[in-house]
């Protein structure tokens, strides 16, 4: 049975996803809460899988909550923290659970979360275990070779992919090997700057990929002035351009009061989410957007809404 996002996709609706970070407990209800702010507004929701090397609840389990609560989960399934054999393990695991989506990532590297001196296993990267994941399904086989008894993981594949880090000639290169790999869908980095963004889906377009491959860009909006700068100034592969920065600060000036201004700020953040979402739609190949707005997922209903997009 196909995912909600591969049927969205495949019926060439413009597609929305969003993003579900679990809690660092063992606490389902912060996952039910989650999940009440975003059912009715998108086709599927990631579930991440301990994000920037911290601890937290399983993805398969919190992927498992929400399939109960009637949505659609994307599994986020890291290299970093098993070798192949718990790799093919959980594929063949949350097939087995009813999710029918799963995103294949390399993770972030332990020496940036809170168990630095964690053994990262990296056993394989993305690309060799998006190419296990199509061997399982497709093939029947597992890496070692052996056959599978019974039924395959007959899952929808993905991975993601950063136009904007460098060198940036490389990155359609790199989405290709992905999709000849077997993705069949890909989000990317949040998209701050358009214009950067065009390119990178011009090379791919050079290159014949966006006939291959759904792209979901990635969107995110942004709390305060703070949030804007520290992306632009500080995390790797984020390009935010001085203007997104400025249009920040500009929102709060002359409001003393401190709650008024948070919110004139995150009105802000809204508003050049959404203005974004209105270019994207306009580029040839983008397929959907994926809206990352982890610990502020009451703000998705409104970026959808204001954006025109069409809910599930």
């Known amino acids: 049975m196909e995912s909600n996002l591969q049927r969205a996709l495949e019926a060439k609706r413009f597609a929305i996803t969003a993003e579900c970070g679990p809690p660092k407990s063992a606490d389902r209800k912060v996952i039910e809460e989650k999940a009440q702010l975003l059912k009715d507004w998108v086709d599927s929701v990631n579930v991440t899988d301990n994000q920037t090397a911290v601890t937290r609840m399983s993805s398969l389990a919190a992927c498992t909550i929400l399939k109960s609560l009637n949505l659609d989960p994307v599994f986020q399934l890291t290299c970093r923290d098993r070798n192949r054999i718990a790799l093919q393990s959980d594929i063949l695991g949350a097939h087995a659970l009813g999710i029918r989506n799963i995103l294949c990532l390399t993770g972030d590297h332990h020496s940036a979360g809170n168990h630095p001196q964690a053994k990262g296993v990296f056993d394989l990267d993305s690309v060799h275990l998006i190419e296990t994941v199509r061997k399982m399904r497709d093939e029947g086989l597992f890496l070692s070779g052996d056959k599978l008894e019974g039924e395959r993981p007959m899952v929808f594949i993905g991975a993601v992919e950063n136009p904007f880090a460098l060198p940036y000639e490389f990155r359609a290169l790199r989405l290709k090997k992905k999709i000849e790999a077997g993705a069949q869908f890909i989000q990317t980095q949040i998209v701050y700057n358009i214009a950067r963004f065009r390119e990178f889906m011009a090379r791919a377009g050079d290159l014949g990929l966006l006939d291959r491959v759904y792209i979901l860009a990635g969107v995110s909006p942004i709390k305060t002035p703070g949030a804007a700068k520290y992306m632009r100034d500080n995390v790797p592969g984020m390009d935010v351009p001085n203007e997104i920065v400025a249009r920040m600060e500009s929102a709060g ?19 050049i989410c959404v203005e974004i979402v209105q270019q994207l739609r306009e580029i040839q190949g983008v397929a959907g957007v994926h809206i990352m707005a982890i610990e502020w997922e009451e703000a998705v209903p409104e970026i959808v809404t204001q954006a025109g997009l069409k809910a599930p």
Not at 255 to 269: M, N, P, S, V
Request: aromatic share 6%; glycine share 10%.
């Open 253 to 271: 000036k002359g409001l003393e009061d401190k709650k008024a201004r948070a919110q004139a700020w995150r009105q802000e953040g809204i508003r």
